[in-house]
């Protein structure tokens, strides 16, 4: 069974620009959670979709967007791009609904913004 | 708002001895779930142990092992004959399994495991 896959593994962008991340969760998962992590504030939380919806957000702003397609893969956008948008952008896929009790991780988009 | 911490930013231990590493949360909740990831250089997070909440039992995964004391909202792990490749950063995750609501993670610990 294939695991949660991430795409592109690294980007450079800069200032200014914007940039789309995608992920693949595993197959029957239906639920896909974003976050991102720095070493500064540790994993937060951008936002979770499950069939197709967006069903949770953290405290991140508008320039920070997703969707989820009928299969399940996700996306996930940052505009206008900060110097502090560098992180890594980490994928969780789950089965979602209240069978929801394990989540399985991509190994991450490295996001450096210059 | 549910938070977990954990107070050891970095913690070192000989190869073959015991380390545990600590964790603890904050909620009103009866109904959840706790985890210990880790996350090697790979960056790939790597689910380690797992504890529902109603189970007084603690989980057991071969070397891995948690200590969950309810009331004192703690939840912590024990790594037992350590190997070099127990060297990563581990995060303590907190699920609450009534709505839904994403997984609180704590700012992880650093573990190196020394030769």
């Known amino acids: 069974k294939a695991g949660v896959t991430q795409t592109p593994r690294y980007l450079i962008k800069t200032r200014g620009q914007q940039v789309t991340l995608s992920c693949s969760p595993i197959?029957?998962?239906?639920?896909v959670s974003w976050y991102q992590q720095t070493p500064g504030q540790g994993l937060q939380f951008l936002f979770e979709?499950?069939?197709?919806?967006?069903?949770n957000k953290g405290n991140f702003p508008g320039r920070f967007s997703g969707r989820q397609f009928s299969n399940s893969r996700s996306e996930m956008n940052v505009s206008t791009l900060e110097l502090g948008d560098s992180a890594l952008y980490l994928c969780?896929?789950?089965?979602?609904?209240?069978?929801?009790?394990?989540?399985?991780f991509g190994q991450g988009t490295r996001l450096t913004v210059v | 708002a549910q938070t977990v911490t954990q107070s050891q930013p970095e913690m070192s231990v000989q190869e073959a001895e015991t380390v545990t590493l600590s964790c603890t949360y904050d909620?009103?909740?009866?109904?959840?779930?706790l985890f210990w990831y880790k996350q090697p250089p790979s960056r790939q997070m790597i689910l380690v142990i797992r504890?529902?909440?109603?189970?007084?039992q603690n989980a057991t995964e071969n070397r891995f092992s948690v200590n969950f004391q309810k009331a004192a909202k703690s939840f912590s792990l024990k790594i037992s004959d350590s190997q070099l490749g127990d060297t990563a950063m581990y995060f303590c995750?907190?699920?609450?399994?009534?709505?839904?609501?994403?997984?609180?993670f704590g700012k992880g610990t650093r573990l190196s495991v020394i030769a």
């Open positions: 504890q529902e909440a109603y189970k007084q």
């Open positions: 909620t009103s909740e009866n109904n959840y779930y």
């Open positions: 995750a907190y699920f609450r399994n009534s709505g839904n609501t994403p997984l609180v």
């Open positions: 979709y499950f069939s197709e919806t967006q069903r």
């Open positions: 969780a896929s789950s089965l979602g609904g209240q069978l929801n009790t394990e989540a399985f």
């Open positions: 197959s029957g998962h239906r639920s």
